[in-house]
């Protein structure tokens, strides 16, 4: 499914100048606050560790009955049976509306069926919620690269390193698409 390139380009600079105002919808905010303070550390051996910490926190919806739709619908979507993880993601944000981490699954699970219209609008929601969520982000920057609008893939990459600056595939993909972008020859 295409997007307009137009539409697409005022989306990310509409975000990006304005998206991290919002206050995200987490469960433990002041967990959260003093793990993103450690990602940004320049030397941060174990920010795999610090990451898995984020991620399970962003998964904590408050509700057991609500961790169980999510995490059926990561099965499924493991499983290959992405439409039926679309049908658990959705019951969720159904019953969980606020719970940024459901959004983010769902527009996983679009983008992996290429409906790429649908997984944007989902990651909009996701980062309306959820601002610093980083995985989101390099997901919109995926999409974006697919969709061969490589200046907006770019702007959501180096949004997504400005909060989490240790993926080493995140900085190459940066520093390549940057020489795209600017014209240079790889």
């Known amino acids: 499914m ?3 390139k137009h539409i697409l380009n ?3 600079t509409t975000f990006l100048c304005v998206g991290y105002f919002a206050l995200p919808a987490a469960a433990d905010e002041a967990e959260l606050d003093r793990l993103f303070a450690q990602l ?3 030397e941060l051996p174990e920010w795999e560790q610090v990451e ?3 991620w399970r926190e962003w998964s904590e919806s408050g509700s057991a009955s609500m961790d169980l739709l999510l995490q059926r619908g990561r099965e499924a979507m493991e499983e290959g049976n992405v439409v039926e993880a679309i049908g658990h993601f959705s019951a969720l944000i159904d019953h969980a509306p606020e719970f940024a981490e459901a ?3 769902r527009a996983t699970a679009f983008f992996l069926i290429e409906e790429f219209s649908l997984s944007i609008a989902d990651i909009r929601q996701t980062l309306a919620l959820n601002p610093r969520h ?3 982000l390099q997901g919109l920057g995926r999409i974006l690269e697919q969709l061969e609008d490589d200046p907006n893939a770019l702007k959501a990459y180096q949004a997504a ?3 989490h600056p240790h993926r080493p595939e995140l900085k190459a993909t940066i520093d390549r698409l940057e020489r795209q972008v600017s014209g240079e020859t790889l």
């Open 103 to 105: 959004w983010n699954a």
């Open 2 to 4: 295409r997007v307009s």
């Open 10 to 12: 005022i989306f990310v």
């Open 134 to 136: 980083f995985g989101a």
């Open 161 to 163: 390193y400005a909060i």
């Open 52 to 54: 898995e910490k984020i």
């Open 40 to 42: 940004q550390k320049p």
